[in-house]
């Protein structure tokens, strides 16, 4: 069943659960359009096993949707759940804590990201001495294009755009994963937006593979390697 599929991949070594997702990945209808023409990936580097574990979860679940109404379905309750917030709560950086929650649990690691659903929150929390995350901004920086984004980084937007005074504050947001580098432009997997053009991009149906811009995110936070994080 769709909600037992967390429990299932638990049992399974990292290496084999991310070939499996590659290959579902093939086999899944409705790939996301881009956002943003893509060239090849400039780089595909990894900044940790986790980092790149969790993205390769995130990759497994390309293709849920919004099934039992608004911020509702099988999947989205549990990963909200997991969360600590009610269903049919906005579920973006739900779904990237699962994606780190479940990869740590299989490498038996500690989860680094805070359990929460908010992306200011987990911003804020990156900022904190000790998270074991690096805040790295993106929007507003002089050639935000030249900086690299790594494989796991998560990805934070702020609605109407942000600026460096609003990172220790709480805003409405959006996260997704980062997949590979393109240059100006990087290709993301994440939770809770639309598969194409239309439709809203921080308050969509579905989780979809994009390519969005660097600068349309405020920060990257970045797990360093030695990061013990809160527990999973």
């Known amino acids: 069943m769709l909600t037992d599929r967390y429990f299932t991949r638990r049992k399974v070594r990292p290496y084999i659960s991310a070939l499996f997702g590659l290959l579902l990945l093939l086999l899944l209808p409705g790939a996301s359009k881009p956002l943003v023409a893509a060239s090849k990936p400039l ?11 969790a993205v390769d979860t995130a990759l497994q679940y390309v293709g849920e949707r919004e099934t039992r109404g608004y911020n509702r379905s099988p999947f989205i309750d549990k990963i909200n759940r997991l969360a600590g917030v009610p269903v049919g709560s906005s579920w973006c950086m739900a779904s990237a804590f699962f994606s780190y929650h479940a990869a740590a649990a299989a490498l038996g690691v500690r989860n680094p990201l805070l359990r929460t659903a908010s992306v200011s929150a987990q911003v804020r929390f990156a900022l904190q001495a000790g998270s074991g995350l690096q805040v790295i901004r993106l929007r507003g920086i002089v050639g935000a294009e030249r900086i690299s984004v790594m494989k796991g980084d998560v990805l934070c937007a702020k609605r109407g755009g942000g600026t460096a005074g609003d990172l220790g504050r709480l805003w409405p947001g959006h996260v997704e994963l980062a997949v590979a580098d393109y240059g100006a432009t990087v290709a993301t997997v994440g939770g809770n937006t639309s598969s194409g053009r239309r439709g809203s991009q921080r308050d969509g149906d579905g989780q979809w593979r994009r390519v969005r811009p660097k600068a349309w995110f405020l920060v990257l936070l970045r797990v360093a390697p030695t990061g013990r994080g809160p527990a999973a």
């Open 43 to 53: 780089l595909a580097a990894t900044n940790s096993g986790l980092a790149s574990a």
